[in-house]
């Protein structure tokens, strides 16, 4: 099973309009970390937002707002005002703890959302 | 200002000839890794460290080294590249490893093609 879903290959928004990337994720550890990143034509990974798994109050930063419901498994992006320079591909990850106790901490990624922004 | 940074940003080589993808960060972080980018296949990690001199094998070690002798580097090498090692080279850094809350910050990305 994957760990981390996007169901939203891509996505059209008008500009200055709100949009709303889905992402849910399977964990059954108690602690782990939910993150969004930003992939644009170019190739880099931009760190947008974080949520912990054990933060009670949805993550913001700027115009991204983290919606995150726990019971449910996910944690969708919400861009508010959309613009131009919003276009890109959207990445959600998890950090989890190794099985094992020791090991890699790493992210793991979804497939992504390309959004794109239309004036 | 805060960041990854790796060189080359692009690199096209040719089989077999040994290369080094250097990353270097600045935010004194403990943790840093090496993923590889792939079409359909997403970002998977090639190698990992969790501090200075300790390293360990991400989920596709295969064709690639790594050493970490500073904080601050963290460099891959490609002993004997080929072809299906053309891919989008992410080097990643976060203040410690054993937390799942830390962010990891990413560099630039290489690309590499190898023909």
């Known amino acids: 099973a994957q760990k981390i879903t996007q169901t939203q290959p891509g996505m059209f928004v008008q500009e200055k309009e709100a949009v709303t990337l889905d992402c849910t994720y399977d964990t059954s550890d108690q602690s782990y970390g939910l993150f969004w990143y930003k992939q644009p034509s170019s190739g880099e990974m931009i760190f947008l937002i974080y949520q912990g798994s054990y933060d009670e109050q949805n993550a913001t930063e700027g115009r991204y707002s983290l919606n995150f419901q726990k019971a449910r498994k996910s944690a969708n992006l919400v861009i508010s005002a959309s613009q131009l320079g919003d276009s890109a591909m959207y990445f959600c990850?998890?950090?989890?703890?190794?099985?094992?106790?020791?090991?890699?901490?790493?992210?793991?990624f979804g497939k992504g959302t390309k959004l794109s922004v239309i004036p | 200002e805060a960041q990854v940074t790796q060189n080359p940003r692009y690199l096209i080589t040719v089989t077999g000839k040994k290369l080094t993808v250097t990353c270097s960060q600045n935010?004194?972080?403990?943790?840093m890794s090496w993923y590889r980018q792939d079409p359909g296949l997403g970002l998977r990690q090639i190698y990992y460290s969790m501090n200075v001199e300790v390293t360990d094998k991400g989920d596709v070690p295969e064709g690639y080294k790594v050493s970490r002798k500073e904080k601050r580097n963290f460099p891959l090498i490609l002993e004997s590249p080929s072809p299906n090692q053309t891919s989008l080279y992410f080097c990643?850094?976060?203040?410690?490893?054993?937390?799942?809350?830390?962010?990891?910050?990413f560099g630039p990305g290489t690309r590499l093609t190898v023909l």
């Open positions: 990850a998890m950090r989890e703890a190794p099985y094992s106790g020791a090991g890699s901490y790493q992210l793991t």
């Open positions: 935010m004194n972080h403990e943790y």
């Open positions: 990643a850094s976060s203040l410690v490893g054993g937390r799942v809350t830390d962010t990891q910050y």
